[in-house]
């Protein structure tokens, strides 16, 4: 199996979260808890469905796609109420917000034997479209 950037990056926020949570924890310990179990629930419902059959894989994915947008809302959170300010942080939860949506979706991504996720398959280039011929002048 290839590399899976799904759980790459969702690896990616859980490390970048490290570098957060004690600041979030000594404002509020329950959002910080609750941020906490979401970031690492991402990361163990990809590696879950990753290894699963198509049907419980797609529901793993929607698991996961569910417990990112809750890590992204509990960042919009702590940053709304002044416990952390990083820009980064929360463009990575976008980014895995929308991956992970996308892959319990099924938008653009590979057939379901194959669990590694790179970029959105690109259909062929469409053909272009012919400029109108100008109509003839009637005083000609």
Not at 89 to 102: E, F
Request: charged content about 25%; cysteine-free.
């Amino acid at each position: 199996m290839g590399r899976f950037i799904a759980h790459d990056l969702a690896l990616d926020l859980v490390r970048a979260l490290g570098r957060v949570l004690p600041r979030v924890t000594r404002k509020d310990k329950d959002l910080s808890r609750q941020l906490k179990r979401s970031a690492a629930s991402v990361v163990l419902n990809l590696a879950e469905g990753a290894s699963s059959d198509y049907g419980n894989r797609q529901a793993r994915y929607a698991n996961a796609a569910g417990s990112a947008k809750e890590t992204q809302s509990a960042l919009i959170v702590a940053q709304a109420w002044g416990y952390i300010a990083d820009p980064e942080l929360l463009d990575l939860a976008d980014r895995l917000t929308a991956i992970t949506y996308r892959l319990a979706h099924g938008h653009g991504y590979p057939a379901p034997e194959s669990a590694s996720v790179s970029e959105p398959e690109s259909g062929p280039e469409p053909e272009p479209v012919p400029e109108p011929e100008p109509e003839p002048d009637p005083t000609d």
